[in-house]
């Protein structure tokens, strides 16, 4: 096979990465977002004096462990904003919105969060908030819907910062944060070229020009000479089991049942093994040696497993290289 | 113990917006093999290897290990990698060096954003209590400091727009850059920054090599000498910040010796044209210095890599000549979080 032949489409294929985040709060942390939920705002005051709001465990300067909680108000003044024309997944707001730092009533510090207002020229630095709660709250940040603005009573702006336990029936302990990222997986020049031939049933390896081992599935590099590989070379179909486990565990969302053997095997021409499964044969007779050959998924994309070609076994001195 | 450590060989990829034909190793590859061809220096040459990168960019898990499959780490090297910037790399590079424990080393990064959202992955690097549920992205919060930079007085729309085309014109000469040429700053992407502030999405990714001593007068005939070296970093809250001022970028500068003489040259880690305005302030930087000559992350933000690239360009061109005493700014997290700052020195030149 030439290997200078013309680099087949690139293939894309979506890929979405999406994890809970559970983490669990401080006192300080606990005591702000359970007050969240029973729509009370609490600060922390730092050894200097100040106020910050949101609060934190230890101060940002100092590093001292800070625990006296205040209670704040819910207005407050915006200290710098940005109009956000096309709110983006999982932001505040679905219509425009600004996006504002707002120094409450009796805080030193600002907070940020979203500021519903009906376009760029009603917002600006100085701009009098204060927040709409959230009509269901759990105890997050999200407990604050938003900002808006807000032309009532001063009173607030110069009133000191009231001292506050803390303390709440049931206390949020922790918050789980679910996050997702959404990608277009494209898997390169020699994984393409890889993918391609499975398509047609066959295994196609590459071999590194420098030391002419042939890497099966390849990835691009030879990690032992760094340079590319570039010659490809078809394996198989037909391979020999260097090594196995017997697994007794039922993984998740797998229509496998258990046990099973998962092997290494060195198909004829790698330079070294690949990973699949054995069947076609009682998982207690899979042996170091036996010959297998693939049988491939219903759509034809990949080899689902692999079973006793009926060969006598390879000797071991054939495939001791390659575990 | 004193040692001299410099920078001897730079490389860089062309920053693309989308590189679907190449793995991430296939990507780096190239970059490395040109700074091992500069040096005429092989894997087995090398002291230390380390790498900087995410792996949240592409969304595949521990693709720094594949990365690694370029070098050829086989039989086992000496190799550190770091989740963030590959100028940290660089530094943990240079600490090594210092200690004696190796002569070279090799540094790399390199992002493949074109497989996400950049700006939405980015979220994820902030406080998980009280930002990043809120999905605040970058350009979210480089424009609250642009507008806080506004109504402190220290810039203005039209200002902004002058640095977006002076750093887009200046990358007409670096043929890597991904947006060479100056182009209508277009709308707002988040008021006041325009799609002109933001800096290009695209892959990219470099290499440099660094030396001690007399190792690396051999590898290079004018090494760029780190004379200093320093990373510091901005209360985490951006609530608790001023957000127009680095004091962070200024401590760094100070502990890496930028303010003991005159740079003729600064390349600056500023991905948004603010950032530029934050940064001048803090590194004190007047209109005698050739600030990013290369175009800047204005003209190529490969993410991971923007800030070794600083470096690399800084370096070269003390290499060729054209710079003697340089600094160089590398910057990771949001508004200017954290910010390394380094010196850079060419020898004098024989008349």
């Avoid at chain 1, 705002?41 to 230890?58: D, F, H, I, M, Q």
């Avoid at chain 1, 046990?259 to 007779?285: F, K, M, N, S, T």
């Avoid at chain 2, 087995?44 to 690694?68: E, H, K, Q």
């Avoid at chain 2, 603010?274 to 993410?303: H, T």
Wanted: glycine residues 8%.
């Amino acid at each position: 096979m030439p290997a200078a032949a013309p680099p087949p489409e690139a293939l894309r294929a979506p890929l979405v990465v999406e994890f809970p985040f559970t983490r669990s709060l401080g006192p300080v942390q606990s005591a702000f977002l359970t007050g969240l939920r029973e729509r009370t705002v609490l600060g922390v005051r730092t050894e200097a004096g100040g106020v910050l709001v949101p609060p934190v465990e230890y101060d940002p300067v100092t590093a001292a462990e800070l625990r006296e909680l205040v209670e704040v108000a819910p207005t407050g003044t915006v200290t710098t904003w940005a109009w956000n024309p096309e709110p983006r997944r999982g932001q505040p707001l679905e219509t425009p919105f600004a996006w504002v730092l707002v120094r409450l009533d009796g805080a030193d510090t600002a907070l940020l969060h979203a500021l519903d207002a009906p376009g760029p020229e009603a917002v600006r630095t100085g701009l009098r908030v204060r927040i709409r709660w959230a009509a269901e709250r759990s105890g997050a940040i999200t407990d604050i819907a938003c900002f808006e603005p807000y032309e009532g009573d001063e009173s607030t702006r110069e009133r000191e910062p009231a001292p506050h336990e803390g303390g709440f029936e049931e206390p949020v302990t922790g918050i789980v944060a679910p996050a997702r990222l959404d990608y277009t997986y494209s898997p390169g020049r020699a994984q393409t070229r890889y993918l391609h031939g499975l398509a047609e049933r066959r295994t196609v390896g590459e071999r590194c020009p420098s030391c002419a081992k042939v890497y099966v599935p390849p990835r691009g590099a030879c990690p032992t000479c760094g340079v590319a590989t570039t010659d490809r070379v078809e394996v198989g179909p037909r391979g020999t089991v260097t090594t196995f486990c017997i697994v007794n565990i039922k993984a998740k969302n797998l229509d496998i049942e258990v046990p099973y053997v998962y092997a290494h095997i060195a198909l004829d021409g790698a330079g070294l093994a690949l990973h699949g499964r054995i069947a076609g044969i009682p998982y207690d007779e899979v042996r170091m040696g036996l010959r297998v050959e693939p049988v491939w998924s219903e759509d034809g994309r990949y080899p689902d497993h692999y079973r006793p070609t009926g060969e006598t076994d390879a000797d071991y001195d054939t495939y001791k290289e390659l575990l | 113990m004193s040692r001299d450590v410099a920078i001897v060989a730079f490389a860089q990829s062309d920053h693309r917006r989308h590189t679907d034909d190449l793995s991430e190793v296939e990507m780096v590859m190239p970059v490395l093999h040109e700074v091992q061809r500069r040096t005429g220096l092989k894997a087995a040459d090398i002291g230390f290897t380390c790498s900087g990168s995410s792996d949240y960019l592409a969304g595949r898990a521990f693709s720094f290990t594949m990365a690694l499959d370029g070098v050829g780490a086989w039989p086992p090297i000496s190799e550190s990698h770091v989740e963030t910037d590959g100028a940290w790399a660089l530094y943990e590079a240079w600490v090594k060096l210092l200690t004696g424990e190796a002569d070279t080393a090799l540094v790399y990064s390199y992002g493949k954003s074109s497989g996400g959202s950049v700006r939405d992955v980015l979220t994820r690097q902030l406080d998980p209590y009280y930002l990043a549920p809120l999905w605040p992205d970058s350009v979210a919060l480089a424009a609250l400091q642009a507008q806080a930079l506004v109504d402190a007085g220290d810039t203005d729309e039209p200002a902004l727009a002058a640095i977006a085309a002076r750093s887009r014109e200046d990358a007409r000469t670096n043929p890597h850059a991904q947006l060479p040429g100056a182009r209508p700053q277009g709308g707002y992407a988040v008021r006041p920054l325009r799609t002109g502030d933001c800096p290009p999405v695209g892959d990219g990714a470099a290499a440099v090599i660094l030396a001690a001593g007399d190792r690396a007068r051999e590898l290079c005939e004018r090494p760029a000498w780190i004379r200093g070296m320093d990373h510091r970093i901005e209360a985490h809250s951006l609530g608790v910040r001023d957000l127009t001022d680095s004091p962070s970028t200024r401590l760094a500068a100070e502990r890496a010796g930028a303010f003991d003489g005159p740079v003729d040259t600064a390349e600056l880690h500023a991905p948004f044209t603010s950032q530029e305005v934050v940064l001048r302030k803090a590194l004190r930087l007047d209109d005698s210095v050739r600030v990013n000559p290369s175009g800047g992350a204005l003209a190529a933000n490969p993410v991971m890599a923007a800030g070794l690239i600083r470096l690399g360009e800084a370096a070269a061109r003390i290499h060729r000549g054209e710079s003697d005493r340089a600094l160089a700014h590398a910057t990771s997290g949001p508004c200017l979080q954290q910010n390394l700052v380094a010196v850079l020195e060419g020898e004098t030149r024989a008349r």
